[in-house]
């Protein structure tokens, strides 16, 4: 009995997913419109009016979408490429001079626009069904912003030498603050995101199976 309600449940949430997928589909312009224009207010002076990494930034926005969309349509177990505009856009980024946290403020502000546009359905959605697809979707997010900054820093760590030999390297001079700050974010990202997947409840995210 209860195994057959859980399983109606399941089948419940799988058809609401492939519904509220659609429907965002059908608003795909204007969402894709507002998370790059929220983007592009997260802007830096350096590099970034440079027709090139605009464009990127464009593409990422609208790859990144697509990807999530999937995520949530086809559920928690699917773990899809991430998008190499992301990765493109990652390095273009580093290459720019933009700050590795300005990038990650990106990522989480479309993510919390495309969860306030799932939120709108909730006139057509049980509310709580669409907060499980969110709280669901969450770790998906995290695994995206992880790939970004180890992409990023790739290309710092790449761009200050480090494929050098080591007589090249014997020569380097000592890596200049802001790459200490840009290596010291790096790994408290990670430990906040190992964190969050290791005590979701204490970060607020719950574990919930589809």
């Not at 983007?39 to 990807?67: C, I, K, M, Q």
């Not at 969309?69 to 490429?81: C, M, N, R, Y």
């Not at 909730?122 to 907060?131: A, I, V």
Request: proline share 4%; glycine share 6%; net charge negative.
């Amino acid at each position: 009995m209860v195994s057959r309600l859980r399983d109606g449940q399941a089948d419940s949430l799988k058809t609401i997913r492939f519904e509220l997928v659609a429907r965002l589909r059908a608003r795909l312009t204007e969402i894709e419109d507002a998370i790059f224009a929220r983007a592009r207010t997260l802007s830096e002076s350096v590099g970034e009016e440079d027709p090139e990494y605009v464009a990127g930034l464009r593409a990422t926005v609208s790859e990144s979408l697509d990807f999530a969309l999937v995520h949530i349509e086809k559920g928690e177990e699917w773990t899809g490429p991430i998008p190499s505009t992301a990765a493109e856009q990652a390095r273009r980024s580093a290459q720019a001079g933009v700050r590795l946290d300005t990038v990650l403020r990106r990522y989480a502000a479309g993510d919390r626009l495309l969860g306030d546009f799932i939120m709108d359905e909730d006139d057509r959605f049980p509310s709580q069904d669409l907060r499980k697809v969110l709280r669901v979707h969450g770790p998906q997010v995290d695994r995206l912003m992880a790939a970004v900054a180890t992409e990023y820093m790739d290309e710092v760590l790449s761009a200050v030498g480090c494929d050098l030999t080591a007589e090249e390297a014997a020569t380097l001079q000592p890596m200049p603050w802001w790459g200490g700050l840009i290596v010291c974010a790096f790994i408290l990202f990670f430990a906040l995101l190992f964190l969050r997947l290791v005590f979701p409840e204490t970060f607020g995210v719950s574990q919930t199976t589809v």
